[in-house]
């Protein structure tokens, strides 16, 4: 599944962006959908561009304009995106009401910036302008003589307000507007809205990720890690079938018969908890069955984790084995790294060695690209700085595409 939105720039004065206001699509095409309202508009762009995804990986560290019809505001939906990213853009359909004023002012007091977009000039707006930071004037609505008129007669109650010129499209209105005394500006003549396709992740992918958060803090909660996996049937049945194969197979110990989830969780205990919630992450993104990178990325984090084990990083082994199993997700999902590592909750030491490159946990992954490349020089000198020797590295290899391939099958 994708998410499309439309970033559209806002300058100053001196031509520089600022801000971009985020403009909902569902699809490449540049406009909005007309069998959409903007109240699911609101919610999809706060769903899919702040709450599954970075923002900067949308917006660098600009401000964002975020359209929001005066129902949402009431509703309180605004309240739950970060004050210092954004613009609440209020947008007029009619007469503001008692409690979206109410609502303003709260949004205010809790420090956020608010913005009147397509400003008509009504005065049934004039009780709001305490709390407003900026003012978008369309001017292809509204004249240049009447825009400046409002502003002029005004000018007590607009001090503190900034003025944005929107669907400017000649130099000549961009001076214009800008010798009068506008801060900001926003139209074709300098960027129409550009497309920006992303991956978006299902909720079931989400709820995983929030597993795997979870169970990587320095103390986990385990009564919160039972209460997500109870959101997931299919996922709680998994886990209790794991746990008696693993704890049969690895320990000799048989669970009660019918165990709870939270007996399931405490028998199995964290490490192993781990390693079962990063491979079910994997194994449950959707369109990955059948993959060969699926398949790749398992190898990956058992060869990791064996052949950390047989060296002097013994320590590293549940770092490694992460650093390898989700060496590809990035690929698999088509997101960008920087963005998905922070996004899922890895710890730091793992997010470093994926995106970075570098340090000791990343040369356990790099053995493991070097044997799949047949790079065997590179490969050796790797396994001697890590203090592994050619047979391990072998025999770990086989042992982790046996575990892979049963994995799959």
Request: charged share 25%; proline share 3%; glycine share 4%.
């Amino acid at each position: 599944m994708y998410s499309f939105v439309a970033r559209q720039p806002i300058f100053d004065g001196n031509r520089v962006t600022v801000a971009y206001e985020l403009l909902f699509r569902d699809g490449m095409s540049n406009r909005f959908p007309t069998n959409v309202s903007s109240e699911y508009a609101t919610k999809r762009i706060i769903s899919e561009q702040f709450l599954s995804t970075p923002l900067p990986a949308l917006v660098g560290h600009h401000t964002s304009f975020i359209n929001f019809p005066p129902e949402l505001i009431v509703q309180g939906f605004a309240s739950i995106l970060p004050r210092d990213q954004v613009v609440i853009e209020i947008l007029e359909h009619d007469t503001p009401s008692d409690e979206l004023y109410i609502a303003v002012r709260r949004l205010y007091a809790d420090g956020f910036k608010l913005a009147l977009d397509d400003f008509t000039l009504d005065r049934n707006w004039d009780r709001f302008l305490p709390y407003i930071s900026i003012i978008k004037f369309d001017i292809r609505a509204k004249s240049y003589d009447e825009i400046t008129q409002y502003i002029q007669t005004n000018r007590h109650r607009l001090r503190d307000v900034k003025f944005l010129a929107e669907k400017v499209e000649t130099k000549e209105e961009f001076d214009a507007y800008k010798d009068y005394g506008f801060h900001l500006f926003q139209g074709y003549f300098y960027s129409k809205p550009e497309i920006i396709k992303r991956r978006r992740l299902s909720s079931n992918d989400v709820l995983l990720f929030r597993l795997i958060a979870e169970i990587n803090v320095g103390e986990p909660d385990f009564q919160q890690i039972e209460k997500i996996l109870r959101n997931d049937l299919n996922l709680s049945y998994k886990i209790m079938r794991y746990a008696k194969n693993v704890l049969y197979k690895s320990r000799g110990v048989n669970m009660a018969r019918n165990p709870t989830l939270k007996d399931t969780l405490l028998y199995l205990g964290l490490y192993e908890l781990r390693r079962f919630v990063s491979v079910a992450c994997l194994t449950n993104i959707e369109d990955t069955k059948g993959n060969e990178l699926y398949h790749t990325s398992l190898v990956r984090g058992m060869f990791c984790e064996l052949v950390a084990k047989s060296s002097a990083h013994r320590t590293l082994v549940n770092d490694v084995f992460f650093c390898g199993l989700f060496s590809l997700l990035d690929v698999i999902l088509d997101i960008a790294p920087e963005d998905l590592f922070t996004q899922i909750g890895l710890p730091e030491t793992v997010t470093d060695a994926l995106t970075k490159k570098e340090g000791v946990i990343y040369q356990f992954l790099r053995l493991a690209i070097l044997y799949e490349k047949h790079s065997w020089d590179e490969a050796r000198t790797v396994a001697r700085e890590l203090g592994v020797g050619e047979d391990t590295v072998v025999d770990s290899m086989r042992q982790a595409t046996e575990w892979a391939d049963n994995i799959i099958s």
